[in-house]
């Protein structure tokens, strides 16, 4: 019997973690990056509720096999139903200033997204509550765990996702044939049939309803909209999911001078994850300088620093659909290197539109790197001429803050530093933004250079606006007054507008493309020219925050600061973005929910099931299992974060750090079951690794960074070892104790923890983006101290 508990716990963990990784990505295509990251925290507040409606079920249905069989069943038929109804409830976060009925549509999204993790939580839950060590249940838990997260990278370029749901939940059938019995087994095996078959039924039937419905506000389902349209291809590996769409409403050329009075030629439109569409450019000749329908590349941004550059080494760093790529060899560059991280996207250009695309990325004079900028900046051993940083993102609010919680470490000031250190003795870095207005990316940008290069980079910079772009270029030495005169002209015969250069006047901004005022001039005078206490002040200052971002607080597009709540709520429901400049409030509401929806649903069950719970007597159990639960996740949700630098994909570390994580968590959980452990030397030894983590991370990055990626997840995990070996021994060693003392607790210490991880999971994440990931590791640093001073008191 218990090794037929164990494996079914294996299997139903294992199928929890592939689902809740696939729902992060199934979340990032089918909404923003914010409601993703949020499965974190629906997931354990599944979890959490659990182990509060666990005694229920106790009390009621007597036979342990038949609860095991109750929730295996539940887990599986869940998986399913909770996806599908996510597919179909008519959920549009836009409209809740506007619509009650959205209030409803969130609370409907959020419990069925919590109903595979509330079963999948009350079968791990009763295994605890057996006569089990604890040390075995956790082991097998975390191992089952571990490998269910690392297993969707593997899985999701076979089955896609809609096949990833499917065999998460054929798993928890698995679990249900390995524990029937012959009194049981009519039933279920019916239930399970008939299950199977209404499941396949419907992916026959109705394919559609499989289907990641996509937010009606993102860039393929713009295109999508448009009478002539079509989807001509889909790609998805466990990082990005890439669209191509045709439509002969797509043009797409940030930038163009209002000069050019032609047509562009044909261009299909691809995405990443359903947004940021960038154009793949129909090429009629393959003598791409002689192609007349090309004519328009003399009219962008591009041509200004591109024009009369035949032979030098040009570096595009994630080009997109390829329109910088060709531009360079409309102009003639003989020496073009990519960078390009999606593989899927270089894959596309290289072979099935690569005749489409002129074949470009073929082209000899083309090397193209599957790879990220931070990695390929400390490999290579070239410098180059020009490097641009290409605009392959598409035009977003900043008031609608949707990519606020995005970390990207290509805006860095360290990422720009290793940038720049590529660039030839005169080399220069073009970095072309849209133009928002109040300014906000820009001016971001332009401190970073500031801060990054530490010098006086007034010399070196010529920066101009188009009616919707502006690009800054940095020489790596200083541009001669030819050079400007030259750079001048290029832009005046556009219809361009300088925004900066040295000793440029007033006078000859804001000409062509007006604003009321010529901020951009003003505010990049101020950032470059002032020195660092006057740059402070602007920062403190400016409605939107435009401090620069370090690897540290890696994010870029984050433009809120407290400032503007007042502004937020006397717009709320009068403005189309209501989320006005302050996305991550979502994240605060988020908090929120979910501080309520634990008291209600975790404790308040929990406190009302039997008279066993005695706050004053038993408030020694409540620190330790709220700090634990506090601690591993300020541990956690940093270092899925701060792996992203190191592993160049958000999925990747994920996968990694929780396969890490759970893995070794699940050693030293087991190694405690056989072995009497020091809690004390635990927990000290987990501060001091943690200590040593944060500080060989931060002057040893660079050198990991430069290893080949399996090396890379190598070195992650091997980082990571430790401290999962000693965060996974206090839980179960806790529990252990409690079980000796005071069993009939245990269903609550679970709910308690469930509780605190729940809040602790988003309030990481708000830390993190006020103060810094290593603020939050200091953070678990206490919290598993004050633990250990619980645990002695109690036990």
Known sequence: MKTKINISLFLISFSLFIYQVSLLRILSVSDFYHFAFLIVSIALLGFGISGSFLPFFIRRIKTERLLYLLFSLGFSLSVVVSYLAVNIIPFDSFKIAWEAVQLFYLFIYYLFLILPFFFGGCFIAYVFHGKQKPQVTYFFNLIGSSLGAVAFLILVPLVRQSGIIIFSSALGIVSIFILLQK???????????????????????????????????????????????????????????????????????????????????????????????????????????????????????????????????????????????????????????????????????????????????????????????????????????????????????????????????????????????????????????????????????????????????????????????????????????????????????????????????????????????????????????????????????????????????????????????????????KSTQPFGGGGYLILVAALLISVLLSVLLIILPVKTAGGSIKLKKDYGYLIYFICLGMGYFFIELPLMQKFILMLGKPSYSVATVLFGLMLFAGFGSIYTGYRKTNLMWVVLALVIYITFFMVVFRFYSNILLARPLWQRFAITIGLIAPAGFLMGIPFPAGIAKAKEKKSQIVPWLWAINGCASVVSSIAAVIISIHAGFLLVLGLSLLFYITAIFAYKKLF
Not at 207 to 215: D, F, I, N, R, Y
Not at 253 to 266: F, I
């Open 183 to 573: 009194r049981y087994i009519k039933i279920f095996a019916v239930a399970a049939v008939i299950f199977i078959v209404l499941t396949g039924s419907l992916l026959f039937f109705f394919p559609g309803l499989w289907e990641v419905k996509m937010s009606p506000y993102k860039s393929l389902q713009t295109v999508m909209r448009y009478p002539d349209s079509r989807l001509l291809y889909t790609v998805e590996d466990s990082a990005t999911r890439v669209d191509v769409a045709e439509s002969g409403n797509i043009k797409s050329a940030p930038g163009l001078s209002l000069v050019y009075s032609g047509t562009p030629p044909e261009q299909l439109g691809i995405t990443i994850d359903g947004d940021n569409l960038t154009p793949i450019t129909r090429v009629e000749d393959s003598l791409i300088e002689e192609d007349s329908t090309l004519k328009f590349l003399e009219y962008l941004p591009q041509s200004v620093y591109m024009k009369g550059e035949k032979h030098i080494s040009i570096l595009i760093i994630e080009p997109g659909g390829g329109l910088d790529v060709l531009c360079s060899l409309y102009h003639g560059v003989s020496d073009i290197n990519v960078v390009q991280n999606s593989e899927p996207v270089a894959g596309l250009l290289k072979e099935r539109f690569s005749g489409y695309s002129g074949d470009i990325y073929n082209n000899p004079s083309i090397t193209v790197e599957k790879n990220c900028i931070r990695n390929f900046s400390l490999t290579t051993d070239k410098s180059f001429d020009l490097i641009v940083l290409s605009l392959s993102d598409s035009f977003h609010p900043v008031s609608s803050g949707a990519y606020s919680l995005n970390e990207n470490y290509m805006y860095s000031t360290e990422s720009i530093s290793a940038i720049v250190e590529l660039l030839s003795p005169d080399g220069i870095l073009a970095i072309t933004r849209w133009a928002q207005v109040p300014p906000s990316e820009n001016l971001k940008i332009i401190a970073t250079l500031v801060e990054a290069l530490d010098k006086d980079i007034s010399p070196g910079i010529f920066s101009y606006r188009s009616w919707s772009t502006v690009t800054t270029l940095y020489k790596n030495s200083v541009f001669t007054p030819t050079e400007i005169k030259l750079l001048k002209e290029r832009v005046e015969a556009l219809n361009y507008d300088p925004v900066y250069y040295s000793g440029m006047e007033e006078t000859e901004a804001n000409i062509h493309n007006r604003l009321e005022e010529p901020y951009f001039y003003r505010f990049f005078k101020l950032i470059i020219e002032e020195n660092s206490s006057a740059r402070e002040e602007l920062y403190r200052n400016y409605y939107f925050n435009i401090t620069p971002v370090t690897d540290n607080n890696p994010y870029f597009f984050n433009f809120f600061k407290t400032d503007q709540i007042p502004d937020i709520i006397k717009y709320f429901g």
